[in-house]
Nanobody, 121 residues
Framework: QVHVVESGGGLVQPGGSLILSCAAS????????LGWYRQAPGKQRELVAS???????DYGDSVTGRFTISKDNAKNTVYLQMNSLKPEDTDVYYC???????????????WGQGTQVTVSS
């Protein structure tokens, strides 16, 4: 019912920048929040950044000051600008959309398949 698709991952050198995009589509009544988590094999999932419908943002401690989240409401799209990338930022980045498909539907998270970000020289 709701599809979430990430794009923009890839290989970047330390100190470089990358922009991730994530578009939500399908039957969407209202989007409460959009955001990004990351997870490497064997590691716990970590919040990268989130943004609410009202524009309030939250960042993980390890990315504060380097990453910026933004959104385009008309396109149901969220962006993650990543600057000053470090090798420890290497992970699979997952986008989520917290939404409901109808006024009486339950609010829930929908997740994308993930996009790989590799920071290496």
């Amino acid at each position: 019912q709701v599809h979430v698709v990430e794009s923009g991952g890839g290989l970047v050198q330390p100190g470089g920048s990358l922009i991730l995009s994530c578009a939500a589509s399908g039957i969407i009544f209202y989007i409460y929040a959009l955001g990004w988590y990351r997870q490497a094999p064997g590691k716990q999932r970590e919040l990268v950044a989130s943004i609410t419908a009202g524009g309030n943002t939250d960042y993980g401690d390890s990315v504060t000051g380097r990453f910026t989240i933004s959104k385009d409401n008309a396109k149901n799209t969220v962006y993650l600008q990543m600057n000053s990338l470090k090798p420890e930022d290497t992970d699979v980045y997952y986008c989520y959309c917290n939404t409901k498909t109808a006024i009486i539907a339950a609010r829930r998270d929908y997740w994308g398949q993930g996009t790989q970000v590799t920071v290496s020289s």
